[in-house]
C-alpha cells in the first residue's frame, strides 16, 4: 500500500542527546515536510523539501536539522540544542511542493518524542 | 499575511444531530483551503478541500463546506454525527503568493459526539 511510514511511534530522549526521526514515503511525492505538534495546538512547520539534496526551514527550525539524499526518505534530527522537545512529530508528503496552489499535503502517522 | 482562527476549541453534540465547526480566514490573495480530522495519536486526513471552483464542498463520511468569501468563512458541517466522528478538526488555509504558497493551520476544534 501507498503511504508515509513514520518511526519509531514513540522515543524518549535523554538531556543533551541527538534522536532521528525517521519518514519514508512510497507515493512519489517531490515535497515532504516535518510539522511539530504540542498538546492543544496546531502545526508548526519545522523544514520543509520541495526536492531532493535541497531542503529550506519553516517556522521552528532552531533545535532540527534535516537531509533528503534520497526523494523517498525525509528524516529529522532533533538536536541537543532543542530546549523543548516534547511533543508530536508529523511528516507529511504532496506531490509538488508549496508554489502549488491546492496542493494536498498527506501526512504519516506521527511519532511522539518525549524527554526523560 | 494569512491567518486562520477556529471559533470554538470544543464542541459537543449528541449523536444524531448536526455537526457546525467555525473557521475563518484572513488572507491577501484567493486562498485555497483544507479541513482535516485528526483521531487520538494519528496522523491528519483529509476531509475535503476548496480550490476556486464551487463554493460547496463535499468530503468523505458526510461532511461538507461552504466557502464564504464576504463572510471570509470556510465552516465545516454535517448533518448527523455518529460517534466515529469524535475527533481534532483543522482548518488551514494555504495562499499563493510570489516565491510560493505556504499553509497555515487552524488551533482545531475538538468534537465530541455523546450517545
Known amino acids: 500500500d501507498g503511504g508515509i511510514t513514520q518511526s519509531p511511534k514513540y522515543l524518549f530522549r535523554k538531556e543533551g542527546q541527538n534522536v532521528t526521526l525517521s519518514c519514508e514515503q512510497n507515493l512519489n511525492h517531490d515535497a515532504m515536510y516535518w510539522y511539530r505538534q504540542d498538546p492543544g495546538q496546531g502545526l508548526r512547520l519545522i523544514y520543509y523539501s520541495q526536492i531532493v539534496n535541497d531542503f529550506q526551514k519553516g517556522d521552528i527550525a532552531e533545535g532540527y536539522s534535516v537531509s533528503r539524499e534520497k526523494k523517498e526518505s525525509f528524516p529529522l534530527t532533533v538536536t541537543s540544542a532543542q530546549k523543548n522537545p516534547t511533543a508530536f512529530y508529523l511528516c507529511?508528503?504532496?506531490?509538488?511542493?508549496?508554489?502549488?496552489?491546492?496542493?494536498?499535503?498527506?501526512f504519516g502517522e506521527g511519532s511522539w518524542l518525549t524527554v526523560v | 499575511a494569512q491567518s486562520v482562527t477556529q471559533l470554538d476549541s470544543h464542541v459537543s453534540v449528541s449523536e444524531g444531530t448536526p455537526v457546525l465547526l467555525r473557521c475563518n480566514y484572513s488572507s491577501s490573495y484567493s486562498p485555497s483551503l483544507f479541513w482535516y480530522v485528526q483521531h487520538p495519536n494519528k496522523g491528519l486526513q483529509l476531509l475535503l478541500k476548496?480550490?476556486?471552483?464551487?463554493?460547496l464542498v463535499k468530503g468523505i463520511n458526510g461532511f461538507e463546506a461552504e466557502f464564504k468569501k464576504s463572510e471570509t468563512s470556510f465552516h465545516l458541517t454535517k448533518p448527523s454525527a455518529h460517534m466515529s466522528d469524535a475527533a481534532e478538526y483543522f482548518c488551514?488555509?494555504?495562499?499563493?503568493?510570489?516565491?510560493?504558497?505556504?499553509?497555515?493551520f487552524g488551533g482545531g476544534t475538538r468534537l465530541m459526539v455523546k450517545p
Open positions: 488551514v488555509v494555504s495562499e499563493s503568493w510570489n516565491a510560493g504558497n505556504m499553509l497555515t
Open positions: 476548496y480550490t476556486s471552483a464551487a463554493t
Open positions: 507529511a508528503s504532496s506531490i509538488k511542493g508549496f508554489d502549488a496552489i491546492g496542493n494536498t499535503i498527506y
